[in-house]
């Protein structure tokens, strides 16, 4: 069974200091995975993905994130906030099963940057 | 490009009113999702398809039905409104395959009184 746990429901940072937003995933086999945003009163963006490639991931807007199996760990970085990261972040977990894609969605990080 | 689109963005219905929210899609995706975001509770997906003619139950399907007739269109249809139907609902599309990740569109705010 698939599965996604962000253990943060908020993180606050000041501008320019690293954020760190994190997930952890079950999966009976070797996953992809992927973060998104999601800006107020928006839709969702997607920021990067893993796919059994390079295990360190860059995304857009200077965030990466490193699939670590042995801790079953996919967390988000990026090494100074800005004012318009503010947002929400999802981490998903992607299987085929016989009925066609399936994505399992964590409950989301709600990141707050302070000036 | 206009990726996934999704019609109305704004809507209050009465109760016991029914609606189709649209969602089109240009790419040629054949997986396409619907999800409800409600505070607290994430996405949770309601149907989706993958493939014209093809449609299942997500995790919470009930008050709500879709259909697939073409590729491009996944609309979902409000049978009888309540108001615990009051969300935004986000539609998605991907192509096939565990590796590719989904484009969304910009959400339908309904508002159910």
């Known amino acids: 069974a698939q599965s996604v746990t962000q253990l943060d429901s908020h993180v606050s940072v000041s501008e320019g200091t690293p954020v760190l937003l994190r997930c952890n995933y079950s999966?009976?086999?070797?996953?992809?995975l992927f973060w998104y945003v999601q800006h107020p009163n928006k839709g969702l963006q997607l920021l990067l993905k893993?796919?059994?490639?390079?295990?360190l991931v860059k995304g857009i807007n200077g965030f990466e994130a490193e699939f670590k199996k042995s801790e079953t760990s996919f967390h988000l970085t990026k090494p100074s906030a800005h004012m318009s990261d503010a947002a929400e972040y999802f981490c998903?977990?992607?299987?085929?099963?016989?009925?066609?894609?399936?994505?399992?969605f964590g409950t989301g990080t709600s990141l707050t940057v302070i000036p | 490009n206009a990726g996934v689109t999704q019609t109305p963005k704004f809507q209050v219905l009465k109760t016991g009113q029914s609606m189709t929210l649209q969602c089109a899609q240009d790419?040629?995706?054949?997986?396409m999702s619907w999800y409800r975001q409600d505070p607290g509770m994430g996405l949770r997906l309601i149907h989706y398809?993958?493939?014209?003619?093809?449609?299942d139950q997500g995790e919470v399907p009930n008050g709500y039905n879709v259909s697939r007739s073409t590729t491009e269109d996944f609309p979902l249809r409000l049978l009888s409104a309540a108001p615990s139907q009051t969300s935004v609902y986000f539609c998605?599309?991907?192509?096939?395959?565990?590796?590719?990740?989904?484009?969304f569109g910009s959400g339908t705010r309904l508002t159910v009184v």
């Open positions: 998903v977990v992607s299987s085929l099963s016989n009925t066609g894609n399936q994505f399992y």
């Open positions: 790419m040629n995706h054949e997986y």
């Open positions: 893993y796919t059994s490639a390079a295990t």
């Open positions: 999966s009976s086999y070797s996953p992809s």
């Open positions: 998605a599309s991907s192509p096939l395959g565990r590796n590719y990740g989904y484009t």
């Open positions: 398809s993958v493939g014209a003619g093809i449609t």
